[in-house]
């Protein structure tokens, strides 16, 4: 079983701050990273998928990077409706998410 | 646009089945694997299995013993099956599209790859004694 750890658990921000999520695998699972946004009360939504893939409609400020078992997410400039929480998937091997990243407003 | 619409008991008692539907709307039901997904509350993501048109199953190990998936093209449906449910099978379940978006060349073997593209509203369902 592959483990997907996160880092920060909570993320206090400003809007326009610039901000980044960690995401670390237990082995390597090359670019089959995806990482979604989730809302309260709202199913998880997908912004990219292949660590770097944006997917059609989600804002330019998104940007996945990395490979093998360290990748990160980053927020260039923070927006109010960016604060949810944030989770990373690995579908190299069944999948596996991340603990979750929150990310609230300072 | 693919649309998943959920639906499913919402209230169990401890030992019960769980049993949970998915229908797909638009887009092709063939070619992608279609998974189920769970939230306990306040807690993170945990995948269940995922099923295909053919019924080839993957299960998550964790909960194999108990899950049971099945698959109906003429309805474009797919179902979940956890038995023996507990307090701690208490959570929202998701259904979820897994896309096969991308290919990749291992020797001499070709692999699939699938990311969770479109996602069901998500159904509560809650186990009390």
């Known amino acids: 079983d592959i483990q997907m750890t996160q880092s920060p658990s909570t993320l206090s921000a400003s809007i326009g701050d610039r901000v980044t999520i960690t995401c670390r695998a237990s082995?390597?699972?090359?670019?089959?990273l995806a990482w979604y946004q989730q809302k309260p009360g709202k199913a998880p939504k997908l912004l990219i998928h292949k660590a770097s893939t944006l997917e059609s409609g989600v804002p330019s400020r998104f940007s996945g990077r990395g490979s093998g078992t360290e990748f990160t997410l980053t927020i260039s400039s923070l927006q109010s409706d960016d604060f949810a929480t944030y989770y990373c998937?690995?579908?190299?091997?069944?999948?596996?998410f991340g603990q979750g990243t929150k990310l609230e407003m300072k | 646009q693919v649309q998943l619409q959920q639906w499913g008991a919402g209230l169990l008692k401890p030992s019960e089945t769980l049993s949970l539907t998915c229908a797909v709307y638009?887009?092709?039901?063939?070619?992608?694997?279609w998974s189920w997904i769970r939230q306990p509350p306040g807690k993170g993501l945990e995948w269940i299995g995922e099923?295909?048109?053919?019924?080839?199953?993957n299960y998550n190990p964790s909960l194999k013993s108990r899950v049971i998936m099945s698959v109906d093209t003429s309805k474009n449906q797919f179902s979940l099956k956890l038995r023996s449910v507990t307090a701690a099978d208490t959570a929202v379940y998701y259904c979820a599209r897994g896309f096969r978006g991308d290919t990749a060349v291992v020797g001499l073997s070709l692999f699939y790859y699938y990311h969770m593209d479109v996602w069901g509203k998500g159904t509560t369902v809650a186990v009390y004694s």
């Open positions: 998937q690995q579908y190299k091997s069944n999948y596996n």
């Open positions: 099923i295909n048109h053919s019924g080839t199953t």
């Open positions: 082995q390597t699972i090359n670019s089959w």
């Open positions: 638009g887009g092709s039901f063939s070619g992608h694997y």
